[in-house]
């Protein structure tokens, strides 16, 4: 990690930049799969997947049988941790999902809002170097609150085309029916359009490679709504004099591991502080199996100390993290003064990796400073709100002075019509 | 308008398309706009506006006096009016804004959610044939109710240029202060770059010809949020025997006016009232001064006559129209079973001009069938919802086994770390 003390104001944009990634070259292998997938569904699906995954596939979508065997290959203490992780998460979501609440403008006007689950969605899960099945919960269990009706499941399988039981036991127990083995930039175009097996959605969601996240870019553009636009995960650590190293370097760590384009920044109001986390990274990193990962990881990322506590608070919301970890004397009044972030993890005993498993709070955020306008995955993400409105004969006399007024000052004659016909009635 | 008798269910998707339009020739030239304000800020504002709206400007932003000049522009009736509206529009939206719920998913595990205005955002309002006032009251009271702390409004100016007196006595009214000259393409830019005079925002919003569109989609691919995806206004009617084919008409004319491209759809289970309907619409049509406009748009429109009430609701909720008026017996129980609109205007007295302007709920809403998957604009449009989480130590006791148990099934060794290295801890 790079050691930056107290650097001036006018350099803090420079220093909290993520790396850009130009994509032009990715978008532009990836339309090309789009348009063979548009064009000719599941035998593009099948070619694509022997290209990509090795695999051979008779059947796209899995098996009731496949499903069943998944919950024997997985120890009991897994599946209880699974089954664990889903109480909390619906616990915590199931707070987001709002009742229509009538609102009386004036006399005789009555307006509401209703949350309607999206009919449709589509959720992407990563394969490779490790069954992302924690993702499964994080986006199944908001759908079903949310009441989406088909909720369509890709994830690319191995060379025996098969999936990874932990992805099916998951899926299984948030209520996916429909899951098929294709991944990548592929699976993003068969939800976005539809193939004979595997339904179109209207948007869709999950982390992927930049093939995957190219994809999303593309379709979004055409139409499909997507979760939110991503980049490298990444977190940030505030730490005053009070915290404890060894906690903090196995944070920043937990993030190294994720990959080499991981973002991990500590900002401290303490030097010393700063200098026994850096030790104690070097200690823990040794332990690592994915050290050499980690390693890269930590070369690109950023300790910095400045002055004062408002000077660390103004920075974070600056950099506005993906995950915020704030340790610090009096950590929940500094939480309080976080404006940009995902999600904020408190005091000592709040590590990130419990928000990405089983806390309860969604773990699809926002990256690469997207913060500053986007939330993370919610019930929101899969409802739409519809608004109503509903006037009596007197509710519309009493706006339509007001109606007519506007309408004919934006020189819109027949919206002002659509009032007088109705208020002129005998 | 084209009448269609009972179409057969496979012929449903094709009659409810929207026309597509092609915009790679307006994106290029865009392109070029875009690239130009980054590069040359405030110049290239002025040189654009004296190509395009023939004024040249010393100043971008509209000045004190000139807000204080436009109170007195204006007829006291059409301030009272906005003033009514926007009480009405207050209202409704100061429900949208949540306080934090903290729950306890496990003991010793806190999670809550907490809404904080997006800091900087830029509001689009065009010029051209009519000052939309009208949209300033819709994007900025639902920002001012979410605690935007910069909000930045551009609009086009005329050849002389001034703002219409509507916009800037409204813009003053919902306490928006940086108020600029800058239209189209160039305007979304500004506030997407930030020039030497506009600062630079998180999230756009607004409605705009086809240049702002694709400005707006160029934008958002490189992480500047935005609104909502934009396309031609629409309304659907659906209307049985019971409803008032003056109403009907008036309100079919009310959206055909706003512009040739405009979409009109009617659904009935009664032929009778549809053929009623379409006199009506030809006589109101004589007495509109935008009557070739409306009628073009009419050409292109669509009336359909369906046999049963489900078949009727199933036909609009496939075509998931920005606005859906529902005039029929027991109007409300049908409003009910709407999955996709935008919103939705019950029984005869709810003509879609009052929700346009002052009945409470927003206008800003999709278009294009993307109400399947995207809300209008509400208080949560100008919001982020951060995520946050303190646990106890015993909380991450109690969590502990599960976390690590996930965390080693996906391969992540260093989150499990993270909280064996708490939990250890003497």
């Known amino acids: 990690m790079q050691l930056f003390n107290n650097p001036s104001k006018q350099d803090w944009n420079g220093l909290l930049q993520r790396p850009y990634n130009d994509n032009t070259a990715v978008l532009q292998s990836v339309q090309s799969i789009l348009s063979e997938v548009k064009q000719n569904g599941d035998a593009a699906l099948r070619s694509l997947a022997l290209k990509f995954d090795g695999a051979e596939l008779k059947e796209l979508q899995v098996s009731a049988s496949e499903i069943e065997e998944a919950e024997v290959l997985l120890t009991t203490e897994?599946?209880?941790?699974?089954?664990?992780?889903?109480?909390?998460?619906f616990t915590f979501h199931s707070f987001q999902m709002h009742k229509p609440r009538s609102v009386e403008t004036m006399q005789g006007i009555e307006c509401w809002r209703k949350s309607v689950g999206i009919e449709k969605v589509g959720l992407y899960i990563p394969g490779g170097t490790a069954p992302l099945f924690s993702t499964i919960l994080m986006l199944g269990i908001p759908a079903s609150i949310a009441g989406c009706k088909?909720?369509?499941?890709?994830?690319?399988?191995?060379?025996?085309?098969?999936?990874h039981p932990a992805i099916l036991f998951t899926a299984n127990l948030v209520g996916i029916k429909k899951i098929f083995k294709v991944g990548g930039a592929q699976a993003i175009a068969a939800m976005a359009y539809g193939t004979e097996s595997i339904p179109a959605v209207y948007k869709i969601f999950g982390p992927g490679n930049q093939y995957v996240t190219a994809a999303k870019q593309l379709i979004q553009v055409?139409?499909?709504?997507?979760?939110?636009?991503?980049?490298?995960?990444?977190?940030?650590?505030?730490?005053?004099?009070?915290?404890?190293?060894?906690?903090?370097?196995s944070d920043l760590l937990s993030q190294a591991e994720h990959g080499v384009d991981s973002q991990v920044l500590l900002v401290s109001t303490s030097e010393p502080m700063v200098q026994k986390v850096l030790q104690e990274v070097k200690k823990q990193l040794e332990q690592l199996p994915r050290k050499d990962l980690a390693q890269k990881a930590l070369n690109n990322s950023k300790a910095i100390v400045v002055n004062t506590m408002d000077d660390a608070i103004e920075m974070v919301n600056e950099y506005a993290a993906e995950h915020l970890i704030v340790c610090c004397r009096d950590a929940e009044v500094i939480a309080e003064k976080i404006s940009n972030a995902g999600s904020v993890f408190i005091g000592n005993y709040s590590p990130e990796s419990v928000g990405d498993y089983a806390s309860g709070t969604n773990h699809t955020l926002p990256t690469n400073a997207f913060a500053r306008a986007y939330s993370g995955v919610s019930v929101d993400s899969f409802v739409k709100k519809i608004t109503f409105q509903k006037l009596s004969k007197d509710g519309l006399k009493n706006i339509a002075q007001t109606v007519i007024e506007?309408?004919?000052?934006?020189?819109?004659?027949?919206?002002a019509n659509a009032v007088r016909v109705r208020i002129s009635e005998p």
């Open 222 to 249: 055409s139409g499909v709504a997507i979760d939110m636009p991503a980049g490298p995960s990444e977190v940030c650590v505030l730490a005053d004099e009070t915290a404890n190293p060894a906690f903090i370097a």
């Open 150 to 163: 088909e909720v369509v499941l890709c994830s690319p399988c191995n060379k025996e085309g098969k999936l």
């Open 406 to 415: 506007m309408a004919e000052a934006e020189g819109l004659k027949a919206h």
């Open 78 to 89: 897994l599946k209880q941790a699974i089954q664990q992780a889903k109480e909390n998460i």
